[in-house]
Nanobody
Framework: QVKLVESGGGLVQPGGSLTLSCVAS????????MSWYRQAPGKERELVAV????????NYADSVKGRFTISRDTTKNTVYLQMNSLKPEDTGVYFC?????????WGQGTQVTVSS
């Protein structure tokens, strides 16, 4: 069964840190580019970070550059999003995405809330 399962979300104070994890199963993880998206209430889903299948190239939304880091561990079929210096505007549901050509797989999302 093709699946992406996110974890690691929660409530954190402004300036705090969280690490999200996404475990892949049922497909060839190493052949897929992996991304994190987020969706805030009342807003469209937006791309946060992406890492190529080989893990050598990453790209980030301007709003998170210098604060977030995406990485992947092929031995664990897992992609991570390290989030530092969190801001209230980082609040939202974070989704993991796997993509190869026109084939896209989505996880169910994990809630991140940044609030004092």
């Amino acid at each position: 069964q093709v699946k992406l399962v996110e974890s690691g979300g929660g409530l954190v104070q402004p300036g705090g840190s969280l690490t999200l994890s996404c475990v892949a199963s049922g497909f060839s993880f190493s052949n897929y580019a992996m991304s994190w998206y987020r969706q805030a209430p009342g807003k469209e889903r937006e791309l946060v970070a992406v890492i190529t299948s080989g893990g050598f190239i990453t790209n980030y939304a301007d709003s998170v550059k210098g604060r977030f880091t995406i990485s992947r561990d092929t031995t664990k079929n897992t992609v991570y999003l390290q989030m530092n210096s969190l801001k209230p505007e980082d609040t939202g549901v974070y989704f993991c995405n796997a993509r190869r050509g026109s084939n896209a797989i989505w996880g169910q999302g994990t809630q991140v809330t940044v609030s004092s």
